[in-house]
């Protein structure tokens, strides 16, 4: 295994499609219009953007670094620029692809579901409580272990074959329709509102500790970052990349997608009078909206929402293979296994965990803010102080295949105070109110 020449991307696009193809997914869609709409809208959008562009970029390049320099699965790479004592933080990563693909999978059921209805019975029906029927019970369960299935074909059929040609043929439909329901969404009554909601900034809001926390955990979850993905990946690369290029591209690309589909979501729940329903059900505010606006188009609904969630769940998939290769990338290595039964057997293992996820929203709600308030904002600073402190030459690994680039030195201040303090304190703030969230499940229950 060790002495086998590492697979690389057959392309320079190869990688950025790849990469583009892991930050594109629900993140975008369902995570993105649930916390804004949870946030009270534009003040949440701001500061994502500047957490993106502040704390995420730095980060992502800190991701490809790491993995381009050490050409191994994120476990193998820590101990190699680090020693043992950086194992515990591969472990984290690990434990955080594990938790993240168990209710990712099942939020990527409820789209196939969605697709499957478009094609038997159109969108008609009271949208929250189809919503009811499709996000909880067997029903859910099985589209999860359907969509498991698909996520474990692709890994285990290898790097180059799997998971660059789904990322390249599928990611510009996705985009291409979202941005055809937008306009749609722009002609409708009432769509000014959600323009506003989404678009004028209420300053006040920003100073909320919560909103600023979601905003961070969102910049990290959209972009693929803190659990070791994007540099898994970068693995695959060679020196002759130009890192700062293709993050900006990747970021970019996951930031358009992103923004485009608030242009979507938020003008059709103004438009279509559905604030109350999104309101008591937040994270199901994708869900409630778009089938309501496919009904209100008669047949050519059912085409588009057809498109529209077949394209969604591709782009879930693209998302769900780069979170499975880092677990069963650390299984390969730890036990030497063949990829195909890694592939096999953690996906089992992550299909079964995602169970309680697929029994109730709430469950799945709170494992969502756990994994992301505490694994990837804490991964993300361990990464951090492990780039800004401990790897040994940091700026020798960003900077091959980028010799031109001078603010380097920027991007290591960054990654030594800015990023870990303001992580550091973003995550014991947010300490109690993610143990309460966890502790309420139990009592409710
Ligand atoms: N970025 C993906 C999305 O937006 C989710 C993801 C998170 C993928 C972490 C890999 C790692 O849907």
């Not at 993240?100 to 697709?115: C, E």
């Not at 709430?362 to 991964?379: F, M, R, T």
């Amino acid at each position: 295994m060790a002495t086998a020449p590492r697979e690389q991307w057959s392309s320079r696009t190869g990688f950025v499609l790849a990469a583009i193809g892991s930050a594109v997914g629900l993140g975008n869609m369902w995570r993105f219009s649930y916390l804004t709409a949870e946030n009270g809208g534009a003040a949440f959008v701001l500061l994502y953007i500047a957490m993106t562009a502040l704390i995420g970029l730095p980060v992502m390049l800190a991701e490809l670094a790491i993995g381009r320099g050490a050409r191994r699965s994120p476990v193998q790479a820590l101990v190699h620029f680090g020693g043992h004592a950086w194992k515990p933080l591969g472990a984290l990563f690990v434990a955080s692809g594990f938790l993240i693909l168990s209710y990712y999978s099942v939020i990527a059921g409820w789209t196939l579901r969605y697709a499957v209805g478009a094609l038997l019975q159109g969108f008609g029906g009271v949208a929250t409580e189809r919503f009811g029927e499709v996000a909880t019970g067997w029903d859910a369960f099985a589209y999860h272990v359907v969509f498991m299935g698909m996520t474990v074909a692709i890994v285990a059929s290898g790097v180059r074959r799997g998971i660059e040609r789904a990322a390249l043929i599928l990611m510009p439909m996705l985009f291409v329709v979202v941005v055809g329901i937008a306009l749609y969404a722009s002609g409708l009554e009432g769509a000014t509102d959600g323009y506003r909601y989404y678009l004028q900034t209420d300053f006040g809001r920003i100073l909320s500790f919560d909103v600023l926390r979601d905003a961070t955990g969102q910049a990290f979850f959209s972009l693929s970052l803190g659990m070791g993905a994007m540099l898994t990946f970068a693995s695959y690369l060679s020196r002759d990349h130009h890192l700062p290029n293709e993050s900006l591209m990747i970021g970019g690309a996951d930031f358009a997608v992103a923004f485009v589909a608030g242009l979507m979501v938020f003008p059709l729940i103004f438009a279509l009078g559905l604030s109350d329903a999104v309101g008591e059900s937040t994270v199901g505010a994708l869900f409630i909206t778009l089938p309501t606006a496919f009904a209100g188009m008669g047949t050519a609904g059912q085409v588009v929402g057809l498109v529209f969630f077949l394209a969604l769940m591709v782009g879930a998939l693209t998302s769900a293979i780069s979170l499975l290769e880092v677990v069963v990338a650390a299984a390969i290595d730890a036990f030497d296994w063949p990829r195909a039964r890694s592939a096999v057997l953690m996906g089992a293992l992550i299909a079964l965990l995602g169970v309680p996820s697929a029994w109730s929203t709430d469950v799945l709600g709170v494992i969502d803010g756990v994994a992301n308030n505490l694994l990837l904002i804490g991964g993300a600073l361990a990464l951090s102080v492990f780039v800004g402190w401990v790897m040994p030459d940091p700026m020798g690994e960003v900077s091959a295949g980028a010799e031109g680039v001078r603010w380097f030195f920027l991007w290591r201040a960054l990654l030594r105070f800015v990023v870990p303090i303001v992580l550091g304190v973003i995550l014991v703030l947010g300490l109690p109110e993610t143990v309460a969230s966890i502790a309420g499940l139990f009592a409710t229950d």
